[in-house]
């Protein structure tokens, strides 16, 4: 998100890039109805093709339309493909486009494959660096920092730095009494507030885990931080905060800190590479702890619960296919199991499966699992990775393809130059069908987009200029000259009136009045925008947000508080109100 941000802000300064490009790629532009005939309604869905005839309106793409609907098998071979954004476009489209033009006919034709697309964009523009997760460096983020600057650590789910936090404290030889941790929640503040005063003068480190969860003792620490000054405190002093992303969280302490993040990797080669470079793995002699006879039987089931672990947190990003609740399985949980094994095997001369395999399904990982059928499908993960066949067999299959297998044994770099050369992750692995992905990736662009959206939208989508004036102009005339008129309650009433045998009578009025409610809301906000929009009035602060979720094809906050719960962007949300306002009207109802 960050590296395409940067990637974009830089090709527009140099005028590579137009704002109205990347927000199409963003948004897929801004329609309410399109008129035209889907050419190719058994592929091609209704929603691709109402961005299609939009972005035909671009000047860049003059004539796409056309040449789109006289040439769309070749276009369909495009839209079969495992890879839109490498192949040849039909001609002159190919030569004629920029690397950004092409990316917008991809998430018009295939918007699953759009953050492939990014990735391969960024690594064209910038490099393959500002694709590439970077390593979780605590001594550069150390170095940073300052006695009266806090380091703050925004944590994500299935992350925990606290072992990284001790292991680095250890190094700096600030373990022991020169560190103090404390888990934040109620009664704890004053606790806290005596450690940094009593760390702030023999110059240990203190830190403070799970800051959201103290949101009264927040200003307490707003307060005591900026009071901080060099000259009063130990220059050793470090005041290290984690905290999940919250609005109570204080401005002031965020913005004088050093931030960092740990987000756990994505995809199942990098969460096992991470896995071997993380303690206790990446340890010699913890890799190397056991008896040579039993070396291969350890690296083989270490590598087997590396796997594991991958599998269980990426079926999170698979929705209630994968798992019907999101659990934060984390680093502790793959940290204690690692452990466990090694000890096992080291005290046993038998491997003692069934004793692994309860410890790691039904304690480490299955004591955050609460749903049976969850528990069920755990366990059966378990039993595949912690088989016999997995120590007895060469390179033993881990799916039926055996495009994923236990590597052959070797050392610790062995294995490390193995991962690297694990394939990308396919549905197979996760004992599911091929087409599962496509609504994974759906769900991880629409995030992509609305987070880029969140953080340049301001200054992307709406402000000032004739054209975004002209365009929300166009928007607001468009949906008020679709609005119809309110209902007539009275008439209504009449019509259908309270009685014994006719119970969805009242249902039906209260609908009605409900429908009123939002369709005011609607109506009153376009008209003073258009009279924002003209000068007449002040553009307010509600207006302003209204303006940029126009603009940028999203329902209005303003509007959603009186609505029915809707998921549609704005064209879409805007074609079903006038739909389920018909189904209400009198005229209709028989």
């Given at each position: 998100?960050?590296?395409?941000?940067?990637?974009?802000?830089?090709?527009?300064?140099?005028?590579?890039?137009?704002?109205?490009?990347?927000?199409?790629?963003?948004?897929?532009?801004?329609?309410?109805?399109?008129?035209?005939?889907?050419?190719?309604?058994?592929?091609?869905?209704?929603?691709?093709?109402?961005?299609?005839?939009?972005?035909?309106?671009?000047?860049?793409?003059?004539?796409?339309?056309?040449?789109?609907?006289?040439?769309?098998?070749?276009?369909?071979?495009?839209?079969?493909?495992?890879?839109?954004?490498?192949?040849?476009?039909?001609?002159?489209?190919?030569?004629?486009?920029?690397?950004?033009?092409?990316?917008?006919?991809?998430?018009?034709?295939?918007?699953?494959?759009?953050?492939?697309?990014?990735?391969?964009?960024?690594?064209?523009k910038l490099g393959n660096i500002f694709v590439?997760?970077?390593?979780?460096?605590?001594?550069?983020?150390?170095?940073?920092?300052?006695?009266?600057?806090?380091?703050?650590?925004?944590?994500?789910?299935?992350?925990?730095?606290?072992?990284?936090?001790?292991?680095?404290?250890?190094?700096?030889?600030?373990?022991?009494?020169?560190?103090?941790?404390?888990?934040?929640?109620?009664?704890?503040?004053?606790?806290?507030?005596?450690?940094?005063?009593?760390?702030?003068?023999?110059?240990?480190?203190?830190?403070?885990?799970?800051?959201?969860?103290?949101?009264?003792?927040?200003?307490?620490?707003?307060?005591?931080?900026?009071?901080?000054?060099?000259?009063?405190?130990?220059?050793?002093?470090?005041?290290?905060?984690?905290?999940?992303?919250?609005?109570?969280?204080?401005?002031?302490?965020?913005?004088?800190?050093?931030?960092?993040?740990?987000?756990?990797?994505?995809?199942?080669?990098?969460?096992?590479?991470?896995?071997?470079?993380?303690?206790?793995?990446?340890?010699?002699?913890?890799?190397s702890g056991v008896s040579e006879e039993k070396?291969?039987?350890f690296t083989r089931l270490l590598f087997s619960?590396?796997?594991?672990?991958?599998?269980?947190?990426?079926?999170?990003?698979?929705?209630?296919?994968?798992?019907?609740?999101?659990?934060?399985?984390?680093?502790?949980?793959?940290?204690?199991?690692?452990?466990?094994?090694?000890?096992?095997?080291?005290?046993?001369?038998?491997?003692?499966?069934?004793?692994?395999?309860?410890?790691?399904?039904?304690?480490?990982?299955?004591?955050?699992?609460?749903?049976?059928?969850?528990?069920?499908?755990?366990?059966?993960?378990?039993?595949?990775?912690?088989?016999?066949?997995?120590?007895?067999?060469?390179?033993?299959?881990?799916?039926?393809?055996?495009?994923?297998?236990?590597?052959?044994?070797?050392?610790?770099?062995?294995?490390?130059?193995?991962?690297?050369?694990?394939?990308?992750?396919?549905?197979?692995?996760?004992?599911?069908?091929?087409?599962?992905?496509?609504?994974?990736?759906?769900?991880?662009?629409?995030?992509?987009?609305?987070?880029?959206?969140?953080?340049?939208?301001?200054?992307?989508?709406?402000?000032?200029?004739?054209?975004?004036?002209?365009?929300?102009?166009?928007?607001?005339?468009?949906?008020?000259?679709?609005?119809?008129?309110?209902?007539?309650?009275?008439?209504?009433?009449?019509?259908?009136?309270?009685?014994?045998?006719?119970?969805?009578?009242?249902?039906?009025?209260?609908?009605?009045?409900?429908?009123?409610?939002?369709?005011?809301?609607?109506?009153?906000?376009?008209?003073?925008?258009?009279?924002?929009?003209?000068?007449?009035?002040?553009?307010?602060?509600?207006?302003?947000?209204?303006?940029?979720?126009?603009?940028?094809?999203?329902?209005?906050?303003?509007?959603?508080?009186?609505?029915?719960?809707?998921?549609?962007?704005?064209?879409?949300?805007?074609?079903?109100?006038?739909?389920?306002?018909?189904?209400?009207?009198?005229?209709?109802?028989?």
């Amino acid at each position: 998100l960050f590296s395409f941000t940067l990637c974009t802000n830089i090709l527009k300064s140099k005028n590579e890039l137009t704002n109205e490009e990347l927000m199409f790629f963003l948004t897929g532009g801004v329609g309410l109805e399109n008129t035209k005939k889907n050419p190719s309604s058994g592929w091609l869905s209704e929603k691709s093709w109402d961005e299609i005839c939009r972005m035909s309106d671009m000047s860049i793409f003059d004539g796409f339309l056309k040449s789109f609907i006289a040439d769309c098998e070749s276009w369909k071979a495009v839209y079969d493909s495992a890879a839109p954004f490498n192949v040849e476009y039909p001609a002159p489209w190919n030569e004629k486009l920029t690397p950004m033009q092409k990316m917008i006919i991809v998430r018009c034709l295939r918007p699953d494959k759009a953050l492939p697309a990014m990735s391969k964009f960024i690594s064209e523009k910038l490099g393959n660096i500002f694709v590439s997760p970077p390593p979780f460096d605590l001594h550069g983020s150390y170095n940073d920092s300052t006695c009266d600057s806090p380091i703050v650590f925004v944590l994500s789910p299935g992350a925990d730095p606290m072992a990284a936090l001790l292991k680095f404290a250890s190094q700096m030889s600030m373990d022991g009494d020169k560190f103090g941790a404390i888990s934040l929640g109620q009664g704890q503040g004053p606790i806290a507030m005596r450690m940094i005063m009593a760390a702030m003068e023999n110059g240990s480190w203190v830190c403070l885990q799970n800051c959201h969860l103290a949101v009264s003792w927040m200003p307490a620490m707003e307060r005591l931080c900026e009071e901080m000054k060099p000259e009063n405190i130990h220059p050793d002093f470090r005041l290290w905060l984690t905290s999940y992303p919250s609005d109570k969280f204080p401005v002031s302490v965020l913005q004088n800190s050093v931030k960092m993040t740990n987000e756990p990797p994505t995809g199942l080669k990098n969460n096992i590479l991470a896995s071997y470079l993380a303690d206790p793995i990446s340890d010699p002699a913890f890799f190397s702890g056991v008896s040579e006879e039993k070396q291969s039987a350890f690296t083989r089931l270490l590598f087997s619960l590396c796997f594991f672990h991958a599998l269980v947190q990426e079926r999170r990003k698979f929705g209630p296919i994968g798992w019907n609740i999101a659990y934060g399985f984390n680093e502790s949980d793959m940290r204690i199991s690692v452990r466990q094994l090694q000890i096992f095997i080291n005290q046993y001369e038998e491997i003692p499966y069934e004793a692994v395999t309860y410890l790691t399904g039904e304690c480490n990982y299955g004591g955050r699992v609460t749903d049976d059928k969850d528990r069920r499908l755990l366990m059966a993960l378990v039993n595949i990775f912690y088989s016999k066949d997995i120590v007895e067999k060469s390179q033993h299959k881990l799916c039926p393809s055996g495009l994923f297998h236990i590597p052959a044994d070797g050392d610790y770099e062995h294995y490390l130059e193995y991962i690297r050369t694990i394939p990308e992750q396919v549905p197979e692995i996760f004992g599911m069908h091929e087409n599962v992905n496509i609504t994974k990736e759906l769900q991880e662009t629409k995030m992509v987009f609305d987070s880029i959206l969140l953080t340049t939208g301001a200054t992307a989508g709406g402000g000032g200029g004739g054209g975004s004036d002209e365009a929300l102009s166009d928007i607001v005339n468009d949906i008020l000259g679709k609005l119809p008129a309110d209902f007539d309650l009275d008439a209504s009433m009449k019509r259908y009136p309270v009685e014994y045998n006719e119970s969805m009578n009242t249902v039906l009025v209260q609908e009605m009045e409900r429908f009123n409610n939002l369709l005011r809301t609607i109506r009153i906000s376009l008209i003073n925008m258009k009279k924002a929009i003209a000068g007449f009035i002040v553009m307010n602060a509600e207006l302003e947000n209204i303006a940029r979720a126009l603009l940028i094809g999203k329902v209005p906050d303003a509007w959603m508080k009186r609505s029915y719960p809707s998921l549609k962007p704005l064209a879409g949300y805007i074609t079903d109100f006038l739909a389920r306002y018909e189904l209400k009207n009198l005229s209709n109802l028989e």
